[in-house]
């Protein structure tokens, strides 16, 4: 006999889900009981639910397989923004919420959230995939085989079940409509490599005198790194990555051109639009405002043919005319031009790339004050070679990309197309606890750490060492850039004063202060030295914290 429960529990082990991240409300305990009986889940008690679904977005980002997030009434709202955020950048994950009981549908029950309630699966079902509402046994499994489908399919992101707290232990009927009798939904997808698709690009490359690959975060879900690195050695071809991309790719690398779009250098926009490339291959990339820098009219005349390889041909034709679409994942189309012959005579190499610019002197900042690119510099120098990044939401995207290179593949995580606050500082944890080999270090503001900071004691209970290092300016600097001369910014973005090391020691993690140059550098050894999760705490001049962000340029 198989209940509700059971079936929920198997089908999530086949696809993956070991983790699953929230906080329980009395109508969840029969799914918690449930899970608790099953080995190899670990659950994760998040202190919000919106942290939770970003734990499990940097889960599935750090380790190719998706996470669960559970979460009921006013839970499941506070997730939303997670999931938001996981449709924007296609990471897979499972949400369930837990209804009240079928018969209380519809009469005013606390917490009623289900269609005849809030209605919140309509929510849902405009932010997933799919959102499934169980209301009966009678299909409760073709429900539940329909999401978990979604769940595998490209492009991948969340899905979501709403399943009634009385159904979890209800006994599913021995034959359901619709339902494969048993094992997985899915047993293996296969992916044709397509030999002749990419004979056709190589030839391409062949008659183009100025090449370039542009990576986006296709290629980041579809985990391929060494693959591109390969190829582009092979065949002489640089490459850039979108900002939503980058981390892919190393960027110390002789034939990187760094970021195109927001928050790159301007090498590959050199490259692209003077040089210029005659030959753009874009592989899981959205022509998307951060990478066109808000669709700056220098788009208009590019000169490059466009080959874009995409899963989901809407892709295609979007803000640039595309010459030739390739309906494929990332992988399949690298693995496919790997298996290939290798163009002939390789492409350009070194030569002819224009140079990264030279590292400026640290800029004169008064008495002893902290400027916020040498954290990074000094940061970047005392990195171990198994760090991993995470950027949450704030300036502190801008001196993370302008001061610490991408200098291992897979190495950098960064949340710039929803950006949520806070993303960064749960989402550094899931990392982590998908890599627990790896020195995890997120960069995040003060404000984004007043939002989700309580998260730290989220890694103190479940052992996880990151490293927080919070860029401190008591402001809430990077949205401030409009209203500056037109208002006194200080009634929408000035934070009073916050110990945030006091903060995290009283979470229970280590803290560490720093409010002068001449304390930084000890403070980033202590801080990476730490054994446990550790908040370094780093006092910025709000005067010095306000980058020129290069939208619209
Ligand atoms: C949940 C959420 N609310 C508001 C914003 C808009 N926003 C983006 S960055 C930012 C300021 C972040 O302040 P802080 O974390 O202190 O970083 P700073 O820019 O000061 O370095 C705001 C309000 C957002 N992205 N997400
Ligand atoms: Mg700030």
Redesign the pocket.
């Known amino acids: 006999m198989t209940t509700v429960g059971d079936h929920l529990v198997a089908r999530m082990r086949e696809a993956g889900i070991s983790v699953l991240c929230g906080l329980p409300t009395s109508r969840l305990d029969s799914l918690l009981v449930r899970v608790s009986r099953e080995p190899g889940f670990q659950i994760v008690l998040a202190r919000h639910e919106g942290a939770a679904g970003y734990l499990a977005d940097g889960f599935a980002r750090a380790s190719g397989q998706p996470a669960a997030v559970f979460a009921a009434g006013p839970g499941a709202t506070n997730v939303l923004?997670a999931v938001a955020n996981a449709s924007v950048n296609h990471v897979p994950m499972l949400v369930v919420t837990a209804e009240v009981s079928v018969p209380e549908f519809g009469l005013h029950s606390q917490q009623d959230t289900s269609d005849d309630g809030l209605g919140l699966g309509t929510t849902f079902r405009r932010l997933c995939r799919i959102s499934v509402s169980i209301e009966s046994v009678a299909n409760a499994q073709s429900k539940i085989d329909r999401a978990f489908r979604a769940l595998g399919n490209t492009p991948s992101g969340p899905v979501h079940i709403a399943l009634p707290r009385d159904l979890v232990d209800e006994v599913l009927p021995a034959y359901q409509l619709g339902t494969a009798a048993t094992g997985p939904v899915v047993a293996e997808i296969v992916v044709p490599r397509c030999l002749e698709v990419a004979d056709e690009v190589i030839g391409r490359l062949e008659r183009a005198t100025a090449p370039m690959l542009l990576l986006g975060n296709g290629c980041r879900m579809d985990g391929i790194h060494e693959e591109i690195i390969a190829f582009c050695e092979k065949a002489g071809l640089p490459y850039a990555t979108t900002p939503n991309g980058r981390g892919v790719v190393p960027e110390t690398h002789p034939l990187s051109l760094g970021v195109l779009g927001l928050f790159g250098d301007g090498r590959a926009e050199q490259y692209l639009f003077d040089t210029p490339c005659d030959l753009l291959i874009a592989v899981g990339v959205s022509f998307d405002g951060l990478v066109t820098r808000s669709f700056s009219p220098r788009w208009n005349g590019l000169k490059a043919e466009v080959v874009q390889i995409d899963p989901d041909t809407s892709a295609f034709g979007r803000l640039v005319a595309t010459s030739l679409g390739i309906t494929a994942s990332s992988r399949a189309f690298v693995e496919s031009l790997n298996s290939a012959r290798p163009p002939q005579p390789p492409r350009l190499g070194r030569a002819g790339l224009p140079a990264p610019p030279a590292r400026p002197a640290v800029p004169e900042t008064e008495d002893d004050t902290i400027h916020?690119l040498e954290v990074m510099w000094i940061l970047d120098a005392l990195l171990p070679s198994n760090a991993t990044l995470c950027t949450?939401?704030?300036?502190?995207i801008f001196w993370a990309f302008q001061g610490l290179p991408v200098r291992r593949p897979g190495s950098f995580f960064a949340t710039i197309d929803?950006?949520?606050?806070?993303c960064g500082i749960a989402g550094a944890i899931g990392v982590a606890l998908a890599r627990p080999d790896e020195r995890v270090v997120c960069i995040?503001?003060?404000?984004?750490?007043?939002?989700h900071g309580t998260e730290v004691s989220t890694a103190v209970a479940q052992g996880i060492p990151v490293t927080w290092i919070v860029?401190?300016?008591g402001?809430?600097?990077?949205?401030?850039g409009p209203i500056r001369g037109r208002m006194d910014p200080s009634s929408v973005?000035k934070?009073p004063a916050s110990d945030l090391a006091a903060m995290a020691g009283a979470l229970g993690a280590e803290g560490v202060r720093v409010e002068t140059r001449s304390e930084l550098r000890a403070g980033l050894e202590k801080a990476l030295g730490a054994g446990g999760p550790c908040v370094l705490d780093i006092a910025?001049d709000?005067q010095i914290?306000k980058p020129e962000i290069g939208v619209g340029k």
Not at 418 to 422: N, S
Not at 475 to 480: E, G, H, K, N
């Open positions: 923004s916020p949450d939401s704030g300036t502190c929803f950006a949520p606050m806070g995040a503001g003060d404000g984004a750490f007043l939002m860029l401190n300016d402001q809430l600097s990077a949205t401030t973005a934070i910025i709000p914290n």
